[in-house]
């Protein structure tokens, strides 16, 4: 069983950064691709950024250039540095681990799941 939770989300004004850390109990973690979702209010979630055991990284279109994922498999926490934050980049960040190692943008290939951090920029 693996145990996520997420931290670090506020309240920025577009242009600014926020760094979100999520930290994972659990044995294996160096095995598992590691990725951030997010929710906006009234849409479903989408696919942000992901890191494989190895540091290849795959990012959406929409964050490529502002955001970047890394992890640290001695303190099993991955972590997602937003720069250049936008009003459309607001809504609950979602840690999520992929025991196969995949680490593509399905959602459904995420075994395990955190409960969430907000994050809202303002205009």
């Known amino acids: 069983q693996v145990q996520l939770v997420e931290s670090g989300g506020g309240l920025v004004q577009a242009g600014g950064s926020l760094r979100l850390s999520c930290a994972a109990s659990?044995?294996?973690?160096?095995?598992?691709?590691m990725a951030w979702f997010r929710q906006a209010p009234g849409k479903e979630r989408e696919f942000v950024t992901s890191?494989?055991?190895?540091?290849?990284?795959y990012s959406a279109d929409a964050v490529k250039g502002r955001f970047t994922i890394s992890r640290d498999n001695a303190k099993k926490s991955i972590y997602l540095q937003m720069d250049n934050l936008k009003p459309e980049d607001t809504g609950v960040y979602y840690c999520?681990?992929?025991?196969?190692?995949?680490?593509?943008?399905?959602?459904?290939?995420?075994?395990?799941w955190g409960q969430g951090t907000q994050v809202t920029v303002s205009s």
């Open positions: 999520a681990a992929d025991f196969g190692g995949r680490g593509t943008s399905l959602g459904y290939q995420y075994e395990y």
């Open positions: 659990g044995r294996s973690f160096i095995n598992y691709a």
């Open positions: 890191i494989r055991w190895n540091g290849d990284t």
